[in-house]
């Protein structure tokens, strides 16, 4: 049992360059969402699904395309690199929506640099 | 005001004292609260759960105060091993999980 597995765990870009940062759960979790977080910004909701093929908006969207057509994998795709999403990526898992009591499983994390 | 408002520190202590972290929340329909601890360049992990009866597990205790919209953590007996980012999280009316920018702690011998 992995729990939450990110790939890669380090990434350069060049401004303009696209990518694929992969998620996937084994734990058969119907939410996934992934976060970014900036220093004293905290983590900032990008995307997230409630269950394979459905896909929603969070709080910071813009730049970034997500799709799920698994309940396993849930990877964020970075369209067109700006500085501006130099970042810590985190993908997060969850039995439910709401989560409630059973809180979020984390993956470990993607470092992203855009130059 | 936002969503929801933590004290950065750092709060440096020393070993063996008792440190609380209150976290205030502006949305009063919010419901599911949680303490998450980071350690540094480490992804979050649950600590636990807040109940609005509050709830202890070991060293921590956490608490729900609705009426003047915080939870807190209280740590005691604090451990080197306790040095990290608290961050509060809690569910919004959209039903999104929010997080706070988190709290540093830092034990020191």
Redesign the interface.
């Known amino acids: 049992n992995a729990g939450v597995t990110q790939t890669p765990k380090f990434q350069v870009l060049k401004t303009g360059q696209s990518m694929t940062l992969q998620c996937a759960q084994d734990m058969n979790h119907e939410y996934m969402?992934w976060?970014r977080q900036d220093p004293?910004?905290?983590?900032?909701?990008i995307h997230?699904s409630v269950g394979a093929g459905i896909t929603d908006q969070?709080?910071v969207p813009n730049g970034y395309n997500v799709s799920r057509s698994t309940t396993e994998d849930f990877p964020l795709r970075l369209l067109s690199a700006a500085p501006s999403q130099t970042s810590?990526y985190?993908c997060a898992s969850s039995l439910s929506?709401?989560?409630?009591?059973y809180?979020?499983?984390?993956?470990?994390?993607t470092r992203l640099t855009v130059v | 005001r936002k969503e929801v408002e933590q004290d950065p520190g750092p709060f440096n202590v020393p070993e063996g004292a008792t440190v609380a972290f209150n976290c205030t929340y502006s949305n009063s329909a919010s419901q599911s609260f949680f303490w998450y601890r980071q350690d540094c360049r480490k992804e979050p992990k649950l600590l636990m759960s807040v109940y609005s009866s509050g709830n202890e597990d070991g060293r921590f205790t956490a608490q729900l105060n609705r009426a003047s919209q915080y939870i807190s953590l209280l740590i005691r007996d604090s451990k080197l091993s306790d040095s990290a980012t608290y961050l509060c999280v809690f569910y919004n009316q959209g039903g999104k999980l929010i997080f706070g920018q988190g709290t540093e702690l830092s034990v020191k011998p």
């Open positions: 969402s976060y004293g910004m905290g983590l900032r909701l997230y969070g709080e810590v985190f929506g709401q989560g409630f009591s809180g979020y499983t984390f993956g470990s994390g």
